[in-house]
């Protein structure tokens, strides 16, 4: 795994941390008998700050700066403790020395890898599940305000892809692929012990400790339903019990500028494009100019546009622990520009955490909030793009002008200065509190060792109000457009309750066994409210009171919200291990949802997985070679009710009518009610090895798993003659299978001061609907097809341009063009080799997105203080949806009415081109099939950061007070490699929209992710420092 | 002390545990914000369905596509220059064709089934929550109105949704069976009709909701479209197959001799309703919703709520009322020396330009051969496009038009004219100065264009369906929104039409009411005018006498389907009026228009091939797709020749 690499950095990190501990310690006075005293070291010398005390007792020293210690009232027949994280803890009998220096052994790194496993961690040795960890040290590796950027190519079987360019969105996370059809194939997220409700721009990167990753059924069993898509958990930073307060300051400062602009034409080649833009059989070109426009202005428009971004983190923590109890308070502040004027995140974080032990009693309390602030997202490129590159936004007098009028279209002039002068007369804002708390007692339950009842109690809430103004005749051609204004107000409400009973016992040294009982329930309520004006007096008042409002005063009932959804879990979980041989985990969860029909609401599943550590075994004890080999496999079953709530009630859709000027609101039934409608269910298998190579400079995990989903819950269309459209219902199965490489590897282990480390991983999923609706193999209306993928595109397929002496053209295509675009015919022949029908609909394909293969690498080396280190994701294969080449974005009209992206068009004299002649054959306002122009295929390799780095020498900060200082400058998105698209148009290839968003018309499903016209990706040079003392 | 903490400590923990686990609640639902179809059990909720019944009217008139589906392909209307496929289709001219998968033909058929159970609902419903007989009979005004355009567009159609012959269907069977048209008109159409004649208001209970004479001219033509079909006289094929015999016993005759009586009992109790004055006063824009329009489907320029789309900018979807977009060429390249001098402008003679259907040179030169007496062709189109740059912000007095003459704003820029010039119109290679390829005329400052000069690209737009709102100010307003118009669906002129033409069926006329009689009504009526509206000056005139004298002695079907073109054109009657009178291929077999390109004035002949199984619309893929059926089922329940 790659974070095996960073725990041995960790671990020196730590003793510098021990000598700060012990600069800040004091000495615990106590009643004396002897004193002992000694140096600890470990093989490559003495080590500061290990935590020496008395076993049972309450005393506790640390060792100094030379690996010092001297403790005082030592009885004679005491038993010192030597503790240090990173190393074997070490008990010796005092047996009335009054000098022991010892030596410390360092824990392997899978010995003291621990992981998150729900309800619990477990040594990674002891996992038998499968699981997928990130450090927050390593997560920070790619500076990011949101930890689902700093994820992407980080772990096998976790595909994180790009919704938005825009700041302050979250990327979407499918772990091993999307198994729902229309239910939510969204991850669980669980932020310290407790379902997160919120979204990933509400966590502080800056203060993750960790991220574990469940992905097979056997791992998420224990979060039964609502586990069934994987859970994430996140961990925040903790104080350590003991700990000297800890402060830590983290920062840094981007600049980002567009990694590419849009790929649109200058003026030049846009007037080459009109002119040759004709009708077939005419002379004259569909448009000429208007009269803004001339041939000779040669306008960029996305230069007048963008602005250089800025983002800067801020993270400021303190962590410490006293004998009994921990406590952690971190601070956070970013803000993060877009290069779109006007777009911008902001957030603040606050985040806290204490624990305290009193008697056998403990209470902690994690509370993590945020507020943030979301400017202009509503500000698209959409106009910037379109707007002719000869359309003067300058009048004579140097002013800009309010409108171009270009051939057909009218724009409002966009630029940085349009949209910066604005002032009062424009406004989108949403901001958002949020409070994620997680409330705990334990208590040990006396006269039976190892058994603990806790009561874990989570109140999450969040709230946003967002409001927009758009001044009058802003963004409008017409200027007496009246202005508009809305408002909007959610709020959602989550609170848990579980109680967990934990026995955790080792029998006779060898058996271990860890049983765990919850019962658990969860209640999530929502409420949201819009309200819309029209014709606000004054820009003054913006959204601030809609009461003035002059015009409409609009409550839309589709935009208005309550719902309210319950859940009720039993779970059982066992873990024996034996000898760390043989390990085996079962599961049992029963759960009960509101969201489904009566009498359907409640279901149990089972889930079992073992594992073997043939490394242990006797026969391998002792190879050199092998450090770690351990077989796993596990079943399970989860479920998904990831319905909305209601889905069982069917449903009335109103819609409004007037009667002159009499109003109503009418409805009839658009939904019918299901009162069966029941759980949807994966079952999953899952076979994995773990190993360590080469005193474990070679390590890593291979794993393959089959994931059946059936029942799946999918809203069924229903024909039209049946008077209802659709009725939600347990129909259709898809299955996932697939395979993930992860391997991490020391290259060179301190060879005179340099070290290289290296990971990489790889995965592959092949999902695949396995049946549909009874008897239905196709539902094109929906994209599914049974045999193919969830995400396919079924379109014709362009298999080049028709030329000048192909045959039969006007038999293929009735009134098409030399030059249009040539898709694949699949009908039959006449005896004369001509077909026997026109290309139609039944020449459509499936065409496959999902990509081969994808995964991602990290590399590593180090000299002295000195660090380079590069994270890269890829992926291979599958199909990139650009709506700026397609037909979806009106941006490849290919007629010379708006800017045109650019491309090799079809001309008499320029026959091989990509793209069909222009003005030739339509469909609608874009070239006949011009949807097939936007496929690409989705292959890239992208370095996502390149940092330089280096840590100050311990010695010279000594001086100083300070602990740790790292400064370090990061590229981000500095390159990107093997991508068609890229080639071809120099832009970003990572998707940035969902299929239904930032497109002149939505085209696509919005679960297929596409390249749109949305905030440009950016590059960013970074600076940042870590500073801890 | 310590004790008892622990046990208070015990004690909250194990009531929290116990609450937790009693509270089985939690997972028992109330939605707060959604109507669920109970509702549709009270009496708000029969009232929101009867509302949601005059709404549904927006997602068929006012939407430009199933518009198209009507006009296009008829001797109305051929495609535009920026037509797609949907267009071109709808032409059966070779550029396209019409399958199971054309989106034009399914759009009824989607939108109605919802609407027909709604219907149902709300008549199984009304009588439990004591609903007056009145209000029902709109539900089966509505019912019947559905069922009567299903049929007359793809033949029998099924009546039982999935829970009973025209019962409230909320079953989720995926099986469907069609009936036959005979079953269709005497248990879906007939039954309701009747009922709904005897109990509808005179006057409306709204405005614009359907009355006792809205109920029979949809009777009386539902007869006289049911009669042509018994007589089948030009043996068009039907399905689900089945003899043409009436299971109520009657024949042709009867039913047109019924629709005979039920359209003059409309006329002669006319209600609330009755002719406008002029032809001119039907369709401008500040007579809306006059007593002469029986039913529409309403928007208003006031709520964009209840307007159900914007008011700035139209989708190009339902249910925005776009149609009028699409009949609209694209004026405002009009240039006057090098200025845009027609801009887009929410007024009625213009509009937004989609340029996706065009009127032939048939339709000039034979529909609207009279020009003068016939006060219908100024009524009809915009054939004057006058200068309007003073809105748009161009303080110039005057612009240089054509011959280098000056125009003021108001003045004509572009005249469509009446007929061929005697003087040679020059017109200019490609788009010339004018920027749209109009000719000069010595003398006049406007550029012209003669009937037989209009193309795809460049012909009268369609002043009927153009916007009218009262919100623009001194500026051009907002052209970009669809309509706020109501958008006609019914008229009570028609009324003398299906009498006239039962008549000329053989029905027996009462005194007065000859077909010639009924039709000179109307064409009396189209003599009279108040207005010049492409002269844009007062004109009174009544022709009346000459267009009476102008009518034929006998008249004929031809005649009739004739003047109903001049009378409704470009609204949505035609294809329904030659499928019914069996008469699409004679009619439209072939028309007359020039290219595609700004200053082609060549008209080429094309031809169209309407074949007899096109006479009924494919069942839409949609449709097939959906229903859980074998294969053999599917192909069945599909038209012949569609698969």
């Given at each position: 795994?790659?974070n095996?690499?960073?725990i041995?950095s960790k671990s020196?990190?730590?003793k510098h941390l021990g000598f700060?501990l012990?600069?800040f310690?004091?000495?615990?006075?106590?009643?004396a008998q002897?004193?002992?005293?000694?140096i600890?070291?470990?093989?490559?010398g003495?080590?500061?700050g290990v935590?020496?005390?008395?076993?049972?007792?309450?005393?506790?020293?640390?060792t100094?700066?030379?690996g010092k210690?001297?403790?005082?009232?030592?009885?004679?027949?005491?038993?010192?403790?030597?503790?240090?994280?990173g190393f074997?803890?070490?008990e010796?009998?005092?047996?009335?020395?009054?000098?022991i220096?010892?030596?410390?052994?360092?824990?392997?790194?899978?010995?003291?890898?621990?992981?998150?496993?729900?309800?619990?961690?477990?040594?990674?040795?002891?996992v038998?599940?499968?699981?997928a960890s990130?450090?927050?040290?390593?997560l920070r590796?790619?500076?990011s305000?949101?930890?689902t950027?700093?994820?992407?190519g980080?772990?096998?079987?976790?595909?994180?892809?790009?919704?938005?360019?825009k700041?302050?969105?979250?990327?979407q996370?499918?772990?091993?692929g999307?198994?729902?059809?229309?239910a939510?194939n969204?991850?669980l997220?669980?932020?310290?012990?407790?379902?997160f409700?919120?979204?990933?721009s509400?966590?502080n990167?800056?203060?993750v400790?960790?991220?574990?990753?469940?992905?097979?059924?056997s791992?998420t069993?224990?979060?039964?339903s609502?586990?069934?898509?994987?859970?994430?958990?996140?961990t925040?930073n903790?104080?350590?019990?003991?700990?000297?307060?800890?402060?830590?300051?983290?920062?840094?400062y981007a600049?980002?500028?567009a990694?590419?602009q849009?790929?649109?034409?200058?003026?030049?080649?846009?007037?080459a494009l009109?002119?040759?833009a004709?009708?077939?059989?005419?002379s004259?070109?569909?448009?000429?100019?208007?009269?803004?426009?001339?041939?000779?202005?040669n306008?960029?428009?996305?230069?007048?546009?963008?602005?250089?971004?800025?983002?800067?983190?801020?993270?400021?923590?303190?962590?410490g622990?006293?004998?009994?109890?921990?406590?952690?308070?971190n601070?956070?502040?970013l803000?993060?520009?877009?290069?779109v004027?006007?777009?911008?995140?902001?957030?603040i974080?606050?985040?806290?955490?204490?624990?305290?032990?009193i008697g056998?009693f403990?209470?902690?309390?994690?509370?993590?909030?945020?507020?943030?602030i979301?400017?202009?997202?509503?500000m698209?490129?959409?106009?910037v793009?379109?707007?002719?590159p000869?359309?003067?936004?300058y009048n004579?007098?140097g002013t800009?002008?309010r409108t171009?009028?270009?051939?057909?279209?009218?724009?409002?002039?966009?630029t940085?200065e349009?949209?910066?002068n604005?002032?009062d007369?424009?406004?989108?804002q949403?901001?958002?509190?949020?409070?994620?708390?997680?409330?705990?007692?334990?208590v040990?339950?006396?006269g039976?060792?190892?058994?603990?009842?806790r009561?874990?109690?989570?109140l999450?809430?969040?709230m946003?109000?967002?409001?927009n103004y758009?001044?009058?005749?802003?963004?409008?051609?017409?200027?007496t457009?009246?202005?508009?204004?809305?408002?909007s107000?959610?709020i959602?409400?989550?609170?848990?309750?579980?109680?967990?009973l934990?026995?955790?016992?080792?029998?006779a040294?060898?058996?271990k066994?860890?049983v765990v009982?919850?019962?658990s329930?969860?209640?999530?309520?929502?409420?949201?409210s819009n309200?819309g004006?029209?014709n606000i007096?004054?820009?003054?008042?913006?959204?601030?009171n809609l009461?003035y409002?002059?015009?409409e005063i609009?409550?839309?009932?589709d935009?208005?919200?309550y719902s309210?959804?319950?859940?009720?879990?039993?779970?059982?979980?066992?873990m024996?291990s034996y000898?760390?041989?043989y390990?085996?985990?079962?599961?049992v969860?029963?759960?009960g949802?509101?969201?489904?029909a009566?009498?359907?609401?409640?279901?149990?599943?089972?889930?079992?997985?073992?594992?073997?550590?043939?490394?242990?075994?006797?026969?391998?004890?002792?190879?050199?070679?092998?450090?770690?080999?351990?077989?796993?496999?596990?079943?399970g079953?989860?479920?998904?009710?990831?319905?909305?709530?209601y889905?069982?009630l069917?449903?009335?859709?109103?819609?409004?009518?007037?009667?002159g000027?009499?109003?109503?609101?009418?409805?009839?039934?658009?939904?019918?009610?299901?009162?069966?409608?029941?759980?949807?269910?994966?079952?999953?298998m899952?076979y994995?090895?773990?190993?360590?190579?080469?005193?474990n400079?070679l390590s890593?995990?291979?794993?393959?798993y089959?994931?059946d989903?059936?029942?799946?819950?999918?809203g069924?269309?229903?024909?039209?003659t049946?008077?209802v459209?659709?009725?939600?219902a347990?129909i259709g199965?898809?299955q996932?299978?697939?395979?993930?490489?992860s391997?991490?590897?020391?290259?060179?282990?301190?060879?005179?001061?340099?070290?290289w480390d290296a990971g990489?991983?790889?995965y592959?999923?092949?999902?695949?609907?396995?049946?549909?609706a009874?008897?239905?193999?196709?539902?094109?209306?929906?994209?599914?097809?049974?045999?193919?993928?969830?995400n396919?595109?079924?379109d014709?397929?362009?298999?080049?341009?028709?030329?000048?002496?192909?045959a039969?053209?006007?038999k293929?295509?009735?009134?098409?063009?030399?030059?249009m675009?040539?898709?694949?015919?699949t009908?039959?022949?006449?005896?004369?080799g001509t077909?026997?029908?026109?290309?139609?609909?039944?020449?459509r394909?499936?065409?496959k997105?999902?990509?081969?293969?994808?995964?991602?690498?990290?590399t590593?080396?180090?000299y002295?203080?000195?660090?380079?280190?590069?994270?890269a994701a890829?992926?291979?294969?599958?199909?990139?949806i650009?709506?700026l080449?397609?037909?979806a974005?009106?941006l490849?009209m290919?007629t010379?009415?708006?800017?045109?992206?650019?491309v090799d068009y079809?001309t008499?004299?320029?026959?091989?081109?990509?793209?069909p002649?222009?003005?030739?054959?339509?469909?609608?306002?874009?070239?006949?099939?011009?949807?097939t122009?936007g496929?690409f295929d989705?292959?890239y390799?992208?370095?996502?950061?390149?940092t330089?780095?280096?840590?100050?020498d311990?010695k010279?900060?000594?001086?100083?007070?300070?602990?740790?200082?790292r400064?370090?400058c990061t590229?981000?998105?500095?390159f990107?490699?093997f991508?068609?698209?890229?080639?071809?148009?120099g832009?970003?290839?990572?998707?940035n929209?969902?299929?239904?968003?930032?497109?002149?018309?939505?085209?696509?499903n919005r679960r297929?992710?596409t390249?749109?016209?949305?905030?440009?990706?950016?590059?960013?040079f970074?600076?940042?420092?870590?500073?801890?003392? | 002390?310590?004790?008892?903490?622990?046990?208070?400590i015990?004690a909250?923990?194990?009531?929290?545990?116990?609450?937790?686990?009693c509270?089985?609640?939690i997972?028992?639902e109330?939605?707060?914000s959604?109507?669920?179809?109970g509702?549709?059990?009270?009496?708000?909720?029969?009232?929101?369905?009867?509302?949601?019944?005059?709404?549904h009217?927006?997602?068929?008139?006012?939407?430009?596509?199933y518009?198209?589906s009507?006009?296009t392909?008829?001797?109305e209307?051929?495609y535009?220059?920026?037509?797609?496929g949907?267009?071109k289709?709808?032409?059966?001219?070779?550029?396209g064709?019409?399958?199971s998968t054309?989106?034009?033909?399914?759009?009824l058929?989607?939108?109605?089934f919802?609407?027909?159970?709604?219907a149902?609902?709300?008549i199984?419903?009304?009588?439990?929550?004591?609903?007056?007989?009145?209000?029902?009979s709109?539900?089966?005004f509505?019912r019947?109105?559905?069922?009567?355009?299903?049929v007359?567009t793809y033949g029998?159609v099924?009546?039982d949704l999935?829970?009973?012959?025209?019962?409230?269907?909320t079953?989720t069977?995926r099986?469907?069976?069609?009936?036959?048209?005979?079953e269709v008109?005497t248990?879906?159409?007939?039954?309701?009709?009747?009922?709904?004649v005897?109990?509808?208001?005179?006057?409306p209970?709204?405005t614009?909701?359907?009355?006792k004479?809205?109920?029979?001219?949809?009777l009386a033509?539902a007869?006289?479209?049911?009669?042509w079909?018994?007589?089948?006289p030009?043996n068009?094929?039907?399905y689900p197959?089945?003899?043409?015999v009436?299971?109520?016993?009657?024949?042709?005759?009867?039913?047109?001799q019924?629709?005979?009586?039920?359209?003059?009992?409309?006329i002669?109790?006319?209600?609330?309703?009755?002719?406008v004055?002029?032809?001119?006063?039907?369709?401008?824009?500040?007579?809306?919703?006059n007593?002469?329009m029986l039913?529409?489907a309403?928007?208003?320029e006031?709520?964009?709520?209840?307007?159900?789309?914007?008011l700035?900018?139209?989708?190009?979807g339902a249910?925005?009322?776009?149609s009028?977009?699409m009949?609209?060429?694209n004026?405002?390249d009009?240039?006057?020396s090098?200025?845009?001098?027609?801009q887009r402008?929410?007024?009625?003679?213009?509009?937004r330009?989609?340029?996706?259907?065009?009127p032939?040179?048939?339709v000039?030169?034979?529909?609207?051969?009279?020009?003068?007496?016939?006060s219908?062709?100024d009524g009809?189109?915009?054939?004057?496009y006058?200068g309007?740059?003073?809105?748009?912000?161009?303080?110039?007095?005057?612009?240089?038009n054509?011959?280098?003459l000056?125009?003021?704003?108001?003045g004509?820029?572009?005249?469509?004219?009446?007929?061929?010039?005697?003087?040679?119109i020059t017109?200019?290679?490609?788009?010339?100065?004018?920027?749209?390829?109009?000719?000069?005329?010595?003398?006049?400052?406007?550029y012209?264009?003669?009937?037989r000069?209009?193309?795809?690209?460049v012909y009268?737009?369609?002043?009927?369906?153009?916007?009218y709102?009262?919100?623009s100010g001194?500026?051009?307003?907002?052209?970009?929104?669809?309509?706020?118009?109501?958008?006609?669906v019914?008229?009570f002129?028609?009324?003398?039409?299906?009498?006239?033409?039962?008549?000329?069926?053989?029905a027996?006329?009462?005194?007065?009411?000859?077909?010639?009689?009924?039709?000179?009504?109307i064409?009396?009526?189209?003599?009279k005018w108040?207005?010049?509206?492409n002269?844009?000056v007062?004109?009174?005139?009544?022709n009346?006498?000459?267009?009476?004298?102008?009518?034929?002695?006998?008249?004929?079907?031809n005649?009739i389907?004739?003047?109903?073109s001049r009378e409704?054109?470009?609204e949505?009657?035609?294809?329904f009026?030659?499928?019914?009178t069996?008469?699409?291929?004679e009619?439209?077999s072939?028309?007359e228009?020039?290219?595609?390109?700004k200053?082609?004035h060549t008209?080429?002949?094309v031809?169209?091939t309407i074949?007899?199984?096109?006479y009924i619309?494919?069942?839409?893929q949609?449709?097939?797709?959906?229903m859980?059926?074998?294969?053999?089922?599917?192909?069945?329940?599909?038209?012949?020749s569609y698969?």
């Amino acid at each position: 795994m790659t974070n095996f690499l960073f725990i041995k950095s960790k671990s020196k990190h730590f003793k510098h941390l021990g000598f700060l501990l012990l600069l800040f310690m004091f000495s615990v006075g106590a009643h004396a008998q002897t004193t002992v005293s000694g140096i600890v070291s470990d093989s490559f010398g003495p080590i500061p700050g290990v935590n020496v005390s008395l076993k049972g007792g309450k005393n506790g020293v640390s060792t100094n700066i030379d690996g010092k210690y001297s403790i005082n009232n030592v009885p004679a027949n005491a038993v010192l403790v030597y503790s240090f994280v990173g190393f074997v803890t070490q008990e010796i009998a005092v047996k009335g020395q009054s000098q022991i220096n010892v030596t410390l052994s360092e824990e392997s790194s899978t010995l003291k890898e621990v992981v998150v496993i729900g309800y619990g961690t477990q040594r990674k040795e002891a996992v038998t599940g499968s699981v997928a960890s990130i450090s927050g040290t390593t997560l920070r590796d790619v500076p990011s305000s949101n930890i689902t950027q700093a994820l992407q190519g980080r772990l096998a079987g976790v595909e994180i892809a790009q919704t938005s360019t825009k700041p302050g969105t979250s990327m979407q996370i499918r772990i091993r692929g999307a198994r729902s059809l229309s239910a939510s194939n969204d991850p669980l997220v669980v932020l310290d012990g407790i379902p997160f409700s919120g979204t990933f721009s509400d966590i502080n990167p800056g203060d993750v400790k960790s991220v574990d990753i469940l992905k097979d059924a056997s791992a998420t069993a224990i979060y039964g339903s609502r586990g069934a898509n994987g859970v994430i958990l996140v961990t925040t930073n903790k104080g350590q019990k003991g700990q000297a307060a800890r402060f830590s300051y983290d920062h840094f400062y981007a600049v980002k500028s567009a990694f590419a602009q849009y790929d649109m034409m200058n003026g030049p080649e846009f007037v080459a494009l009109r002119k040759a833009a004709t009708a077939p059989g005419a002379s004259a070109p569909l448009f000429s100019n208007g009269p803004d426009e001339s041939n000779d202005v040669n306008i960029n428009w996305q230069d007048e546009f963008y602005r250089t971004g800025i983002e800067a983190s801020h993270n400021m923590s303190v962590l410490g622990g006293t004998e009994k109890g921990t406590y952690k308070f971190n601070l956070g502040y970013l803000k993060d520009e877009a290069i779109v004027p006007q777009q911008d995140f902001e957030r603040i974080s606050l985040n806290a955490s204490i624990d305290q032990e009193i008697g056998a009693f403990r209470f902690g309390l994690t509370t993590n909030n945020n507020f943030s602030i979301n400017n202009g997202a509503s500000m698209g490129v959409g106009t910037v793009l379109s707007t002719t590159p000869i359309a003067n936004p300058y009048n004579l007098d140097g002013t800009l002008k309010r409108t171009v009028k270009m051939a057909q279209d009218e724009a409002w002039v966009t630029t940085r200065e349009t949209i910066n002068n604005l002032g009062d007369k424009w406004k989108d804002q949403s901001q958002t509190m949020a409070s994620y708390n997680n409330i705990f007692m334990e208590v040990k339950i006396p006269g039976i060792e190892g058994l603990k009842y806790r009561l874990n109690g989570g109140l999450n809430i969040r709230m946003s109000n967002s409001g927009n103004y758009t001044g009058e005749g802003v963004f409008n051609i017409n200027p007496t457009t009246v202005s508009t204004a809305s408002i909007s107000n959610s709020i959602s409400k989550n609170w848990t309750a579980e109680n967990i009973l934990t026995y955790d016992r080792t029998f006779a040294q060898k058996h271990k066994i860890n049983v765990v009982g919850m019962f658990s329930s969860e209640q999530g309520t929502s409420n949201n409210s819009n309200i819309g004006a029209k014709n606000i007096p004054s820009d003054d008042f913006q959204y601030y009171n809609l009461g003035y409002a002059l015009g409409e005063i609009t409550i839309n009932p589709d935009w208005q919200g309550y719902s309210q959804s319950g859940l009720m879990s039993y779970m059982a979980r066992a873990m024996y291990s034996y000898d760390d041989r043989y390990m085996l985990t079962a599961t049992v969860r029963s759960d009960g949802s509101s969201r489904l029909a009566d009498g359907y609401e409640w279901h149990t599943y089972p889930a079992i997985s073992a594992g073997w550590n043939i490394g242990k075994e006797s026969f391998l004890r002792d190879n050199k070679y092998i450090n770690l080999l351990k077989l796993r496999v596990g079943y399970g079953q989860t479920s998904n009710q990831a319905v909305n709530p209601y889905s069982t009630l069917g449903r009335l859709t109103t819609r409004n009518y007037n009667f002159g000027d009499t109003y109503a609101v009418g409805s009839y039934v658009s939904t019918l009610p299901n009162p069966e409608l029941g759980w949807e269910f994966s079952t999953t298998m899952n076979y994995g090895i773990d190993f360590g190579l080469f005193n474990n400079r070679l390590s890593g995990t291979v794993e393959y798993y089959v994931t059946d989903t059936e029942d799946i819950l999918l809203g069924v269309g229903l024909p039209p003659t049946s008077g209802v459209g659709s009725y939600t219902a347990n129909i259709g199965q898809t299955q996932n299978k697939g395979y993930e490489i992860s391997l991490s590897g020391t290259i060179i282990d301190n060879l005179n001061g340099w070290t290289w480390d290296a990971g990489v991983n790889f995965y592959s999923n092949e999902n695949k609907l396995v049946a549909l609706a009874t008897g239905q193999t196709r539902d094109e209306g929906n994209g599914w097809f049974v045999g193919s993928p969830i995400n396919v595109i079924y379109d014709y397929e362009k298999i080049g341009l028709w030329q000048q002496g192909d045959a039969n053209l006007t038999k293929y295509e009735p009134g098409g063009n030399v030059g249009m675009i040539k898709v694949k015919y699949t009908g039959d022949f006449n005896p004369d080799g001509t077909p026997t029908r026109q290309i139609g609909a039944a020449d459509r394909q499936i065409i496959k997105l999902d990509p081969d293969f994808q995964g991602g690498f990290n590399t590593r080396v180090a000299y002295k203080g000195f660090d380079l280190s590069a994270v890269a994701a890829f992926q291979s294969g599958g199909t990139l949806i650009s709506t700026l080449y397609g037909s979806a974005g009106y941006l490849n009209m290919l007629t010379g009415r708006r800017n045109n992206i650019r491309v090799d068009y079809w001309t008499p004299e320029n026959t091989d081109a990509k793209y069909p002649r222009p003005g030739g054959i339509q469909s609608g306002d874009n070239p006949k099939y011009g949807s097939t122009l936007g496929y690409f295929d989705a292959t890239y390799l992208k370095i996502r950061t390149i940092t330089f780095g280096y840590n100050f020498d311990q010695k010279l900060l000594k001086t100083t007070g300070i602990d740790k200082l790292r400064l370090y400058c990061t590229a981000q998105n500095p390159f990107v490699f093997f991508s068609d698209y890229h080639k071809e148009s120099g832009m970003d290839p990572e998707t940035n929209s969902y299929g239904d968003e930032n497109q002149a018309v939505a085209s696509y499903n919005r679960r297929i992710l596409t390249l749109s016209a949305n905030t440009p990706s950016t590059r960013n040079f970074l600076i940042g420092l870590n500073l801890t003392f | 002390m310590k004790l008892i903490q622990i046990k208070t400590i015990v004690a909250t923990a194990l009531l929290t545990f116990v609450l937790g686990g009693c509270n089985d609640n939690i997972l028992d639902e109330q939605p707060r914000s959604i109507y669920e179809p109970g509702y549709f059990k009270t009496e708000k909720g029969v009232q929101g369905g009867l509302t949601s019944m005059y709404n549904h009217l927006r997602n068929l008139y006012g939407q430009a596509y199933y518009y198209n589906s009507l006009i296009t392909g008829t001797d109305e209307a051929t495609y535009g220059a920026s037509a797609d496929g949907n267009f071109k289709d709808m032409d059966l001219s070779g550029a396209g064709s019409i399958i199971s998968t054309s989106y034009p033909t399914s759009i009824l058929w989607s939108t109605v089934f919802p609407n027909i159970n709604t219907a149902s609902g709300v008549i199984e419903n009304a009588g439990e929550v004591g609903i007056a007989e009145s209000l029902i009979s709109e539900a089966r005004f509505f019912r019947a109105f559905d069922y009567f355009l299903l049929v007359q567009t793809y033949g029998g159609v099924p009546l039982d949704l999935g829970a009973g012959e025209l019962k409230f269907n909320t079953s989720t069977s995926r099986f469907s069976v069609r009936n036959t048209v005979p079953e269709v008109y005497t248990k879906g159409i007939f039954p309701d009709l009747i009922k709904a004649v005897n109990n509808l208001p005179a006057a409306p209970r709204l405005t614009g909701t359907v009355t006792k004479t809205t109920a029979r001219l949809f009777l009386a033509k539902a007869y006289l479209t049911y009669a042509w079909w018994l007589q089948n006289p030009n043996n068009i094929p039907t399905y689900p197959e089945t003899t043409r015999v009436d299971p109520d016993g009657h024949d042709a005759a009867w039913y047109f001799q019924q629709a005979y009586n039920v359209a003059v009992d409309g006329i002669e109790s006319p209600g609330a309703n009755g002719l406008v004055a002029t032809y001119y006063d039907v369709n401008v824009g500040t007579n809306d919703r006059n007593k002469e329009m029986l039913l529409y489907a309403d928007h208003t320029e006031k709520s964009e709520v209840y307007n159900g789309s914007s008011l700035t900018y139209g989708s190009g979807g339902a249910p925005d009322n776009f149609s009028g977009w699409m009949m609209t060429w694209n004026y405002p390249d009009l240039k006057s020396s090098g200025v845009n001098s027609v801009q887009r402008e929410a007024e009625q003679h213009l509009g937004r330009p989609w340029v996706r259907m065009a009127p032939t040179i048939n339709v000039f030169e034979k529909t609207f051969a009279d020009k003068t007496n016939d006060s219908r062709y100024d009524g009809t189109f915009t054939t004057v496009y006058r200068g309007n740059w003073n809105k748009a912000g161009n303080t110039s007095a005057t612009l240089n038009n054509a011959n280098g003459l000056p125009v003021a704003p108001g003045g004509a820029i572009l005249t469509f004219l009446d007929s061929e010039p005697s003087t040679p119109i020059t017109y200019p290679s490609g788009s010339g100065a004018n920027n749209v390829g109009a000719g000069e005329l010595p003398g006049r400052s406007d550029y012209v264009i003669s009937p037989r000069g209009i193309s795809r690209i460049v012909y009268p737009g369609l002043w009927k369906l153009g916007p009218y709102r009262t919100d623009s100010g001194t500026g051009l307003g907002q052209p970009n929104a669809g309509s706020t118009r109501p958008f006609p669906v019914a008229k009570f002129s028609e009324l003398y039409f299906v009498a006239a033409e039962a008549a000329v069926k053989g029905a027996a006329t009462k005194a007065g009411k000859s077909a010639r009689e009924l039709i000179n009504v109307i064409r009396a009526r189209a003599g009279k005018w108040r207005f010049d509206n492409n002269g844009n000056v007062a004109k009174v005139a009544d022709n009346s006498a000459a267009m009476i004298a102008a009518t034929p002695a006998t008249i004929d079907v031809n005649y009739i389907l004739e003047e109903r073109s001049r009378e409704f054109y470009g609204e949505g009657y035609r294809w329904f009026d030659l499928v019914r009178t069996q008469k699409w291929e004679e009619l439209a077999s072939s028309y007359e228009i020039g290219g595609a390109s700004k200053g082609n004035h060549t008209p080429i002949k094309v031809n169209r091939t309407i074949l007899k199984y096109q006479y009924i619309r494919p069942i839409p893929q949609g449709q097939i797709d959906a229903m859980i059926m074998t294969p053999e089922e599917k192909k069945a329940y599909q038209n012949p020749s569609y698969n």
